[in-house]
Structure formats: structure tokens, C-alpha cells
């Protein structure tokens, strides 16, 4: 049986061509199919529209809600645990990502090509001011996270029950969803597709998010953030060094006569911003480090109820 998990947040718009497109799948999909619909705390009206449609639609399928907007890794992560199948596939609610792709991504699970399936972006008909950001984005993450990362980036993917089951063992918190797929290994296969013009609603996907994501992404899986550290402060050492070396033969040749206050207080302050930014970093590592002692879990499922058994 196939698992089709769909996380969902602020798409209300888009739940009547959502649910035609999941059983337009259904149809093609030649076996067992249950979606698995997991409402990440929406605030409009997305749990209600499923919960009313679901009953009366040809496929089997789940609906859980969330105690609370948890974001959207978490989201998959409970309909990856609750899920039924044998196979799985994760598809966006906003449907920029073809719904197709399930179809390929089954396709090449059920032949046993691969053991994860990734959906590649080789093309966006987003318009320019988020084409670009999205670019930012991916090529920042590539170069600083995880190198093997498409150009275009991962949204969507399928896996297998081994590597679901081995993903779910990854209990992180604040962590990078796509970097454990890399990270993991694995049969790997990317799908190309053209990501599709937005017809309903706003991406939650803020500015904000991308930026806390990114940090989430660094701190969880590269040490670069400590490797800038000890080249600013081995850049800063080198450069008072010089400093004190060059105030020392103007001291003795007479060309300074009285210490500069201008200049010691901006040796205080540029020394004193070195060493917040440090702090700053390490307090990262350390409180990450600290939520993932408290063992809370990843995302707190208030209502699970199924359908068309």
C-alpha cells in the first residue's frame, strides 16, 4: 500500500482541487492508497473542509490534527509514523509540486530502483521576487549545508518502509528535514519537475522561516559556524598583534604622545562585538544541544480519525 502524506497549513483555498487530485491518484495508482492528511495548526478552516469531504471521497484515507502550529517537518513526520503503508510519498497541499510526481516516485519504489525518491526542481513559474529568494536560499544551502542538494532544491520525496522506519529513529529537534535525508544515505534517485504557479492563498514559506530554517540547518549538521569563529578571532589576534606593534614604534619614536582615546575605545568596542558574536554561536550549539535532552516530543497529535475503512 502506498501512503500519500500531505501536510497541511493555511490551505484552505486549495482542499477541492487537493482532494481531486488525491483521487485522481487513487485511480492511477494500481494497489492499496490511503492519504494521510496531517493539519499543522492551521488557522483557517482546513480541518473542518476535510473533516466534512473526507466521508464521502472513493479513497481511504487519515486525518490528523495538532495540537499546535509545529511546522511542517514535524507535520510529515507525524503522518510518516502514522501511516499505514509499505511505501510513502509526501506531497505539498498548495500543489505547486505536480501531483504526477507521486505517480513516478511509486513507480520507481515498486521496482526497487531506490530506496528515496526526491523531487528536484529544475524550473519554477513562481514569480521573480520569490524565484529569486528561493535561489538565495538553495544555493546558500548547498554551498554551507549539504553539497549534494539539487540547484533547484527538495520539497517533495518517496521513500521505502525501511528508510521511513530509519528517518523516524533521527528524534532532533530543530533539525533540517532535507539534510537528514541526505545524511541517511541510502539508494538515492531524483526526479526532475517544473514547480507550478501558486493558485490559491500565500506561502506561509516566510522570509523568516527560510532564515530560521537555514540556521536550524547549519547548527544541526556543519561545524562552519565555529570554523568562522576561530578565523575572525585568529584574523582579530593577527591584526591587534600588528596594532600593538605599530603603536609600539610610534610610542618610541616619539610620534605619540598621549594614548588616543578614540582609538581604545574603538579596540573595546570592535573586541567587544568579536566576543558577543562568539557567544552568540556557541549559545546556538549549546541550546540546541539542551532542548534535544528534554525528549518532548516533535509534535503532539489532538485528533487522529480515519476514513473509508
Known sequence: MLSLVIPVYKNEGSIPDLLQAVDGLRRSIDGDFEAVFVIDGSPDRCYELLRDALPGCGFTSQLILLSRNFGSFAAIRTGLQLAKGERFAVMAADLQEPPELVLQMDQV?????????????????????????????????????????????????????VFRDTLLTLDEQHTSLIAQLFWLGFRRKHITYVRQERQHGKSAWTFRKKVNYMMDSVFAFTDLPIR???????????????????????????WIAVPGYAMTMTAIVFLGAVNLFGLGIVGSYAWRAYENTKSRPLAIPMRVQQFGQ
Do not use: H
Not at 230 to 249: K, Y
Open 109 to 161: 519504489l515498486r521496482a526497487d530502483e531506490a530506496d528515496v525518491v526526491l523531487g528536484s526542481r529544475e524550473g519554477r513559474m513562481d514569480p521573480l521576487m520569490t524565484r529569486v529568494p528561493s535561489q538565495i536560499f538553495w544555493g546558500l544551502y548547498r554551498r554551507y549545508v549539504v553539497a549534494e542538494v539539487p540547484v533547484g532544491g527538495v520539497d517533495v520525496f518517496g521513500c521505502n518502509k
Open 228 to 254: 568562522l569563529l576561530i578565523r575572525v578571532g585568529g584574523t582579530t589576534a593577527l591584526l591587534a598583534a600588528l596594532f600593538g606593534l605599530g603603536v609600539g614604534v610610534a610610542r618610541l619614536s616619539g
